[in-house]
Structure formats: C-alpha cells, structure tokens
C-alpha cells in the first residue's frame, strides 16, 4: 500500500513558492487520508537506493516529525498514534529504516539513525521492539566500515531518546562494549572511531552498573584518555567531551584517574586546537561545580557520612591549575568585548578559575596576586588586561578578611586605570571588577566597610564619568553602580551615603538612556536596571529627586507610542524600550506608592500611567504587556480603592491577559494582578467577577495551559472570596468541585521526582489558600451553612495530607491555618467534626512545637479558633 | 564558539533585572495575600477597634485642672497625667492611630497604656491567679513599630524614639514587598543605662491585636515571639536600641522571693502584679498592681538628680468639680478640698 512520493517530496522542495505550496498540501492531504501508507511510503522513499537524495532526506525528516514533537500535548498525540499503528505496517517501517543503515549513502543511513532513535524512544519504555538493540549489534565486527558507523549513531541517539530503565542491563553491556571497542585505538577508521566516542557520550547515564565494576571502569576510562590522544581533532574533542560528562556523572569514581587527566587536561590547554582545549577546561570547570555543590550541602555541620564525599581535587591540583588558568588569561580575542557570544580560551580560563577560588576560597589568592602584580603595570594591554581579570575572578569566594585589605589597596588603582587606560579592553575589565568588588565586599552585612565617606565621592565620580565611554566600557560602569547601589539598600531610613550624589546618579543614568549608541552592547538595557535598583534603594531624603523621574519616563514612554510605520525591527527594538520604561515605572510605583509620605502626590501621576499603559497593550508584545500589566498591578496595590475608575477600560485588557495561553508568562501575571486588584478594591470588584472566574475556570480547564499557572489561579479564587465575601455563593458550585478533584490529586506524591514534588506543593498551597480566602470570606455572614458540606471533604484533605508526610514549610503552614479558618467561620457547627479529625490534634500539635515560627503562629491561632469552635 | 549550555561567562550579567522585578512582584503580591487573610482573621475578635476621641477639629474636652503639691512617688511626677480618658469615644483603628502625628498622636497614645493601681492589700488567690515581676526602672512607653520605622512614645504621647528595629515592620529592609499592615506594639520600659527597651507586655503581633487576651497568653506570646524577631539581638544598622524579656514569675513564695531580691540586669523600681487573667486594659486597673519599698526601688520616695531625698516631696493630685483634691490611688485618697475663692482667684 505504500505509494509513489518522490515527485512530491522534490516538489516540495522546488524554488518555486506555487509549487512548493501545492506540494505540501498533497502531503498533508494524503497524511490525513491515510496514516499508515503515508508513513509505509516516506520509509520507502527512504530506503530506495534509486531515489534522489533529495527526496530521501525529506522523507526521513517527515517520518520522524510525525512521531515527535515540542509541544507535550502534541508529542503524547504523536506517541498515541503510532502505538495504534498496524503492527505489521510498524514491521515494515522498521525493516526499511534497518536496512537503511548499510545504505552507502551518508544523509540517507544519518536520517534513518535518527528516526530509529524516535521509534525506539515510543517503544522501548512500552517493553515493544525488545530485539532491536540484538539486530543492530549481531555482527557488528563483521560489517562495512560505514554500515558500523552508522550503528553506532544510532546506538548513540537511541541512549539521548530513552531513559536508562528502558534499556535491559543485557543490552547496556552489549551497546558499551560495541561503543568501547569501536573507540579503541585499534579502530583504523576514523568515521567509526568518531561515531563511538559520540554514541559514548550518551550511553554514559546507562553505564551506572559499568562504572561500578573497577576492571570494566578501568577500561572504559583508558579507551576515553587514550581517545583525547587520537590524531584526529574531532576524536579529541568527542573523548575530551565525554570526560566533562564522566566528571560529573561519576565525580566519585574519579580518584584513581585524576592525577592522568590532569596531564591530559593540561597538554591539552597548553598546545592544543581551541574547541578541544575548550573542552579540557570545561573538565575543571565541571570539577568545580560539583565540588561547590557538595560543600554547599556539607553546609556548617560536616558530619562526613553526606551522600557523596568531596575529594577535594580542585585543592589538590590548585599549584597546578592556577597557573595553568593565568596563562589561558593571556589568549584573549580582540574584539570579545563587543561580541556578546563570544566565547574562547581567556573567558573559559577566566570562568574557570572564577569557580575554582568559589571552590577553595582564601588558598587561591596567594597564587594568583603574584600574576596580578607582575602584569598589573605592564605596557601591553594584554597583561594588564589579564591581571585586572584574575583579580575580579577572585572576588567571590575567598573571604572578606582576606580580600577587604587588597581591595582597599586596588580600589585606588582601578579608579585610575578605569579613567586613564589607553585600553578599551582594560577598562573593560576594570569597570567589572569595580562591580565584583561591590557585589561582594560591599554592603551592611561586612563589617569592614570598602567604601568610605572618603572615597564615595570619588567613585561615584568616576563611574559617571565611565558611563561616557564606549558602550562596553559604559555597561560595566552601569553595573557597578547597580551594585555599589544595591550594597545601601538595606541601610535603613537614616540618609544614604549616596545622597549627597543622588541627583547626578539619576540625571547620568537618564542620559546613558538617551545615547544614540545606547543600542550596542546592551547598554541601554543596563542603564535602565541601574535605574531601577538604584530607586529602590532611594531614601525618604532622595524620593522628591526620583518623583521628578516620572514625567522624564513617562515622556518617553509616550513618544514610543506615537512613532509610527516602523521597520520589524524598529518595531521589535521599540517594544524592548517599552518593556523597559514600564519596567521603571513599576519600580517607582512600587517605591513612592509604598510610602504614606510620597504616596500622594505621586499618586497625581496616576491616570496618565494608566493612560499610557492601556496604550502599550494595544502593542503586540508579550514582554510589554506583561511589563505593563506588572505596573498596574502596583499601581492598584498604591490606589487602593480609587483603582475603581480605571477598571472599565482595563478590564479589557485583564481578561486579554487572562486568555494568553500561549505567553503563559503574561496569563500568570495576569492572575497575579487580579489578586491585587481584589485587594485593593474589595467588594467593588463585584461587577468583574462573574467574567474573571468564568475565565479563570476556563483557563483552569485548559491542558493547553501552562501547568505552573494553575497553583496561582486557585489562590485567586481566595483573593476574589475574600474581597466579596458572602457573594462568592453563586461560584461554590463550580469552584468546589475543581478544588476538590485537585485536591484528590495532589494529595500523593509518591514515587514523583523533584520538580513534580515541587508543583505539587506549589499547587497544594494554591488550594489550601482558596480554601483559606473562602472561608474567611464567608466569615460572619448568614451564608456560612453554605460550606458545611464541603467541611468533611477539607477536613479529610488536611489529613491525608498530614498523613503523606510530605509537605514542604509553606503548605505545612498553610494547611494548619486552614484548619483554623474552618473552625473560625463554621465555629461549634463543625466542632465534632474538626474533633473528629487527625489535623486537629496531631497535626496541630506537630505545629504548634515547629521551629519554624511562621507555622506556629498559624497554629497557635488555629489552636484559638478550634477551642472556641469546640467550647460554645 | 559558544559556551557550554549550562556555563555563563561570568563577566556578562547575572540575572536579568527583568526576572528580579516579576520575582519582586511575586514576593510582595504574597505578603499582601498574607496581610489580608491576617487581617480577616484578627477581625474575627473584632480586637482592632479601640475607644478613641473624636475626631475632627475643635479642642479636646479641657482637662481637668492639675495641680502639683508634695508626694512620695516618682510614679507621678516622672511623666504628666492626661485628663479623663473616658471621653466620648467612637471605633477606632490602631493601624489608624499608628498613622495619627503630632498633637493627635500625642493625645491618642497618652490614652492607651494599662495603668497599675498602688498594692494596699493582698489580693485573693495571689498565688494562684497572679504573676509578677520587678519592674525595670525607666521611662514607660508604648514602642510602635509599622510601615518600616519604630517608634516609641512616652506615657504623656511624646515621642521617645523614632528609629528602625527588627520588630515586624520596624525598619525598611530588603524585602521591599514590606508589609504596610504588619505593624506591633508593645508596652515597654526604656532603660537609660543600658539603653534597653524591656518589654512588659505586648498589646499587637504582626497586625494580630492581643486586647482582648489573657496576661497569660500575652506575656507567653511575647516570650516565643520576641525572640524569634530578632528584636533582642544587640543593635546593628538596622536594629538601633535592643529590646529584653524581663522574668516573669508565679506569684508564690518562690516566685514572689525570685522578684523581690532575685539579681537583674536591669535597675529595679518596684514589683508590678498581674492577674492572668486580665484583658489589656487601657487606664488604671485593679487588675495590675505595683508594689514598691526601699528594698525594691529607689524611687519610693523622690530624689534629685544627685539622688539626695529633697526635704519637699512632690504628688499630683487632681482637682475634682466639687474641689476636692484627689490622689489617683484607688480608692482615691482626699487630701483636702479648695476653698472657692482661691479658684476664683486662679
């Protein structure tokens, strides 16, 4: 039944547009018509020697479009479809793709590798084709050089598709010896010998029972080091590759190797081509991470019986690797600066020794400060640059005692090189090491402070001064005053030291944003966020100065709006300017509206914000929208009540957001602002809610919806039951029952991983929250009978969820206010049944002798609650 | 060439601000969530609403005539008495009055401490139904913190002390979602020497209004939440004045010994006797009771600055309509009445 598709699959393929849309049409036509021979014919085309090699790679490439996709609900469709496929007709499909192997065409055998791949990623887990893995490797050793090849791949794709408990441990050791002996040294084609040390890569998560076994560790180990050794540069990159990979997936099996590959790492970084000495560094790199992983969670009580023991490697080969790292620093590019992709052996140098002194902390900085000052002052800017580099990569890690002295003595120098160096790429450096400085030894948390009344004057001046320089240089300026900033936030509301200079930060930041170059090197983006952080940390002192901000941002926010018959791309930069003024502008809401001493008159702003904002959501850009739909929600939380006059207009635009399925991002926030809305307008949100639940129902019913969207929707409901009280009547009976399946739902986590414990938890607090709102909202109303029999069911979802132990601090200590909020509103109504109830008594006990303070202060009130509910 | 995935070249920036204001938003819409459902559930015993003035201009009722004759107590010459504060009263907000300035506040606050009657006898069933505690020697006042600033006002509602704590809203933090109605107040003595706030009783917790509770659930809610806070951590940038629990003990002979002679960090003035009962009580109430001898207070009788007893010791006493002169002990003692005439002059 397979059909002839070649002319098709060529026309589909044809320059011309007309014909190529008529092409396609047929194709999906005949997709929908009938699947099977649809699919039967494209595995055809594929394994016909006879065919175009055009029209074989295309009909590959549909074949296995047709069993994956991005999108979840699609790909499970996908899935779906092809396990309700003919098993004979899956048969030929199969033999064709096996057969295409041997092809000695390279696309055709590289295509069916990977649609073999898709397949056996459906099947494998549904314990289907259980022979495939022994079809691939029966004579292996007896096929043609690139029949093998093409073997390999595919065993390579088949190990990325599935996970390692689909695959049988018979079949994991036949694919590693196949893979390992294919990587041999012994292997005179390099094509095989490339293929293997790829597939090796992925097959390393199924090799757990492998690399337990010390003599078949030893082995695979010795085939990878000896393969960074292969003559071939694409040979060393793949085994280098695979050792990164090793390095973190067995850190604790590395011990007896260690010592070897640091001299393979080392020859490597020293003498070898860029993407594998790349690669040789991202080994250390990789070291670190996990190191600095283990110690994290080795925290303050090491007790040396944590998971897995940290073998300090990084602290051993530390004489060796820093001085490897400051040589790479010397590589640099000379115009990695202006290139935000870039990437080469300097910045992996630099990024790595950056992980290793987080690693080590203060042992590196006595082997890193001689290479500082012997190159700190040199005439080429090469080692200037690289000393100025080495010293910002230290400033994390290491401790304030031992960096706060050099500090004080460099800060001077690098004031003066930032505003004297001949060298963009200096001042480059410099700037963000000014920023590393203040992001780490600057702030009220350190005790000895690196900035002083003596010299905040001064650097101040010069980061100004910097933000005039050339965009890169002005960026990192921007950053550094970002954090010099951000260290007086929590200063308290005595006067900042950044008072005196408060109106030139504002009006240099403002100008920044104004340059004509502000377009490059993220500069304008930068100098918004400077903005930004440098208003929250105003002062009452400094809040007239940031009021006289509004208008200047509002201005331009408006001017964006008028420009018209833009480019695509001016528009798309246009949008990104809007994101970022309204950016601002929530910033300064969130600010002066806080404060009952600007509230007010920053509040005259208000209907022109809001005028300009409803204009943005006329824009079609998710970022703007869900920027300006964050200001609102400020804006309302300042108003209060006197939102009230806008809702008419916006309401619009808030159900928009709440139908943005697709931006989940905007449809979160969306739900976001509605509680905000709730809160600041209480029961005047009345007229709105029948419209907002509905599609808050709706969107709840979606699985088109972005999971993680759903938690925030259910807490919705409480805000919505709290602002109107007793009228939340008319939407118990639909809301209710979707708590109430949800509940059922999240009540057991077993056998889920992380994430899925992790939403499940977010979801649960969303219920409980609902449930909380509800029922305070019913609170003293005639109406509260209303909820008595949904009480049983509640009381039953805090036991079981009691009973799960499974709960994270927040729904623990959501859940026993629940329990309080049940009792405080259906009071000595529901007295037997809350007596009835585990939570009521082992629960509350557990909480009410928590450390954590916030669940026992919901449980000592939930104590209150019951005794009265019980008492009366 | 592009790095790994997952490796960021660390001299590019760290997280987006973008990600830090939805991250701010988020963090501020939960505290809000957080206040609201603590607000419901506060109003359950409807404890926010207080007895207040009213409002609106025109003067206050005129207090009642003052005058200052010779006494044996500090207890009231050390701060100025307000005048009836039974006065025509309507519901009333301490959010709202935490809000009130100047001349209002002043007023507002002279109101609100609970005011201990002198010890003449002992009460039944003290050891029962009692505790006590030696009083710090200091100036009472009532500390308030909320919208990131604390302030402490004295009996007479001057201000003390305006400065940033670690109270719950007492002083601006990071945390910029701040929680406008987090605000507490507690009943405090200021320490001169040591300059420390002890807490004698707490009246609000987090916007959780204690009033209407027992002493024995205030004083145990003060001891397991005033820890927690921080509030007695020793001053930093953000927490100037530090803030102690004082021992509270059963009013048995054991306790009664511990108060009386027990050692304390603090300069003594006298016992203070609550019953466990007891609501907060704003005015004077039979209900907390002081005690004081030489033993247990330097201040029995009055000293100068240089601690000499003055050969004159002073009393207020307080004119009633029918021109007696009143002290403000319970039953009030008569000292004398006016004769019309001196008033008339007056």
Redesign the interface.
């Given at each position: 039944m397979a059909m002839e598709v070649t002319q098709i699959l060529l026309n589909a393929q044809s320059v011309d547009g007309a014909v190529r849309k008529h092409a396609e049409d047929n194709l999906k036509q005949f997709q929908e018509q009938n699947l099977p021979s649809f699919l039967l014919s494209l595995a055809g085309e594929l394994a016909n020697e006879e065919k175009p090699a055009e029209s074989r790679k295309l009909a590959g490439l549909i074949l296995k479009n047709a069993l994956d996709a991005k999108e979840q609900h699609r790909k499970y469709e996908f899935v779906q479809r092809w396990l309700a496929l003919d098993p004979s007709v899956k048969g030929q499909i199969k033999n064709c793709l096996i057969k295409t192997l041997s092809s000695p065409s390279h696309d055709a055998r590289s295509t069916a590798s990977q649609v073999i791949a898709k397949v056996a990623g459906i099947e494998l887990p549904q314990k289907q084709w259980p022979e495939l893995i022994g079809t691939l490797l029966s004579n292996i050793q007896q096929l043609p050089a690139h029949t093998k090849q093409a073997t390999l791949e595919t065993l390579g794709y088949i190990c990325e598709e599935v996970s390692p408990e689909a695959v049988e441990q018979d079949n994991v050791n036949q694919i590693l010896t196949a893979v390992v002996q294919g990587m041999n040294a012994s292997e005179v084609n390099n094509d095989v010998r490339l293929a293997a040390t790829r597939a090796l890569y992925n097959a390393l998560g199924f090799a757990q029972a492998n690399f337990s076994n010390d003599m078949e560790r030893d082995y695979i180990m010795r085939v990878v080091c000896e393969a960074t050794l292969s003559p071939e540069v694409k040979i060393r990159q793949a085994a280098f590759e695979c050792l990164?990979a090793i390095s973190s997936t067995y850190y604790e099996k590395l011990a007896p190797y260690i010592h070897d590959i640091f001299n393979i790492t080392a020859k490597a970084v020293k003498e070898d081509e860029?993407?594998v000495a790349?690669q040789a560094i991202?080994f250390w790199?990789s070291i670190c991470d996990e190191e600095i992983d283990i110690l994290e969670e080795y925290g303050s009580d090491f007790t040396g019986d944590s998971e897995v023991p940290c073998y300090y490697f990084i602290k051993q080969a530390l004489p060796v690797l820093v001085p490897l790292l400051l040589e790479t620093l010397l590589k640099q590019e000379e115009d990695q600066d202006q290139d935000?992709?870039?990437?080469?052996i300097a910045?992996?140098g630099?990024?790595c020794l950056?992980l290793v002194a987080r690693t080590v902390g203060d042992d590196i900085v006595p082997l890193v400060m001689p290479f500082i000052e012997l190159n700190i002052t040199k005439p080429d800017w090469r080692q200037r640059e690289a000393a100025t580099?080495a010293f910002?990569?230290i400033l994390e890690g290491p401790s304030p005692e031992k960096l706060v002295p050099l500090v004080n003595v460099a800060l001077n120098f690098m004031l003066s090189a930032l505003m004297k160096d001949p060298s963009n790429h200096v001042k480059d450096?410099t700037a963000?090491t000014l920023g590393r400085m203040f992001e780490f030894l600057h702030g009220?948390m350190l005790e000895t402070p690196i900035i002083t009344p003596a010299n905040c004057q001064q650097i101040v001046t010069v980061l100004l001064q910097s933000m005039k320089d050339v965009p890169n240089v002005a960026e990192k300026a921007c950053?550094a005053l970002y954090f010099l900033a951000q260290g007086y936030?929590?200063?308290?509301?005595?006067p900042s030291p950044l008072t005196p200079f408060f109106q030139d930060i504002l009006q240099a930041l403002y100008a920044v944003t104004r340059r004509e170059d502000a377009g490059e090197s993220?500069l304008r983006?930068?100098a918004?966020?400077t903005l930004?952080?440098v208003v929250?940390c105003s002062t009452d002192d400094t809040s007239p100065m940031v009021m006289q901000l509004v208008p200047h941002i509002m201005m331009e926010l408006h001017q964006t709006l008028e420009a018209h018959k833009l480019s695509t791309d001016e528009r798309e930069k246009q949008n990104e300017l809007q994101?970022l003024l309204c950016?601002c502008l929530?910033?300064i809401i969130?600010?002066l509206g806080?404060?009952?001493a600007t509230k007010y008159v920053f509040l005259q702003y208000a209907d022109q914000m809001m005028a300009l904002f409803l204009r943005v959501f006329s824009c079609r850009s998710a970022?703007a929208h869900?920027?300006a739909m964050?200001a609102i929600?400020?804006l309302a939380?300042a108003t209060g009540s006197g939102f009230e006059k806008y809702m008419s207009e916006f309401y619009r635009y808030l159900e928009m957001g709440l139908q943005n399925f697709e931006d989940y991002?905007v449809c979160a926030?969306t739900v976001?602002v509605v509680?905000?809305l709730c809160?600041a307008l209480e029961d005047k949100i009345l007229p709105y809610c029948d419209a907002i639940m509905t599609q808050l129902l709706k969107d709840l019913s979606s699985n088109q919806l972005h999971r993680s969207v759903k938690p925030p929707i259910f807490?919705c409901f409480?805000?919505i039951a709290?602002a109107i009280g007793e009228n939340f009547e008319k939407y118990l009976v639909y809301a209710m029952p979707m708590l109430q399946s949800a509940a059922e739902l999240s009540a057991h986590t077993s056998g889920a991983d992380d994430d899925m414990t992790e939403y499940t938890n977010s979801l649960r607090n969303g219920i409980l929250?609902a449930y909380?709102?509800i029922f305070?909202?019913f609170?003293g109303s005639p109406k509260t009978q209303l909820l008595m029999p949904y009480a049983p069911h509640i009381l039953q979802f805090l036991d079981s969820l009691y009973m799960e132990k499974e709960m994270d601090d927040v729904v623990t200590k959501t859940a026993i206010?629940v329990l309080?909020?049940l009792a405080?509103t259906l009071g000595s109504n529901a007295g037997p049944l809350i007596q009835q109830a585990i939570s009521s008594k082992d629960f509350l006990n557990e909480c009410l002798s928590s450390d954590d303070?916030m669940i026992?202060?919901s449980a000592?009130?939930a104590k209150l609650?019951i005794n009265r509910a019980i008492s009366i | 060439m592009a790095p790994p995935d997952h490796r960021r070249p660390f001299k590019r920036p760290t997280i987006s601000d973008q990600q830090r204001r939805r991250e701010l938003s988020l963090l501020r819409q939960a505290q809000n969530r957080l206040d609201a459902q603590q607000r419901a559930r506060c109003l359950a015993s409807t404890v926010l609403s207080l007895e207040a003035p009213e409002p609106g201009p025109g003067p206050e009722p005129e207090p009642v005539l003052e005058l200052e004759l010779a006494s044996e107590s500090e207890y009231h010459v050390e701060e100025e008495e307000e005048g009836d504060s039974r006065s025509p009263s309507k519901e009333f907000d301490v959010r709202q009055a935490s809000k009130l300035r100047g001349a209002e506040a002043r007023k507002w606050f002279a109101r609100q401490l609970m005011l201990p009657e002198w010890m003449i006898d002992v009460p039944d069933r003290l050891s029962q139904d009692w505790y006590v505690f030696a009083r710090p020697s200091g100036k009472r006042c009532f500390v308030v913190s909320s919208n990131g600033i604390t302030v402490s006002r004295l009996r007479n509602g001057s201000v003390l002390h305006r400065f940033p704590s670690a109270l719950p809203g007492g002083a601006r933090t990071r945390d910029v979602s701040g929680s406008a109605q987090s605000y507490s107040i507690l009943d405090c003595i200021f320490h001169e020497i040591d300059q420390m706030y002890y807490v004698i009783d707490m009246v609000c917790w987090r916007g959780y209004s204690l009033y209407d509770c027992t002493a024995e659930f205030r004083f145990f809610w003060s001891n397991s939440k005033l820890n927690e806070s921080g509030a007695c951590d020793p001053p930093s940038q953000n927490h100037r004045y530090r803030f102690s629990l004082v021992p509270i003990y059963n009013c048995d002979e054991n306790g009664l010994h511990a108060a009386y002679t027990g050692a304390v960090t603090y300069i003594k003035d006298g016992l203070l006797f609550y019953n466990k009962q007891a609501h907060y009580q704003t005015g004077n109430t039979p209900l907390a009771l002081v005690w004081k001898d030489e033993k247990c207070s330097q201040y029995v009788i009055d000293t100068d600055s240089k601690g000499n007893v003055p050969r004159l010791q002073q009393v207020v006493l307080e004119l009633q309509e029918d021109l007696k002169l009143i002290t403000s002990d319970d039953p009030p003692v008569v000292f004398g009445c006016l004769d019309n005439d001196l008033v008339q002059k007056d």
């Open positions: 990164v860029e993407p790349l991202e790199s935000e992709g870039a990437w080469n910045m992996a630099g990024t950056g580099y910002g990569s450096t963000w009220s950053g936030e929590d200063m308290g509301p005595s993220r983006t930068a918004y966020e930004n952080e929250r994101g950016g929530q910033v969130q600010k806080s404060s009952e970022t869900e920027e964050l929600g400020a939380y991002q926030i976001g509680g905000d809160r807490s409480g805000d709290l929250e909380s709102g305070q909202g609170k206010g309080g909020d405080d303070h026992k202060e000592e009130w609650a | -």
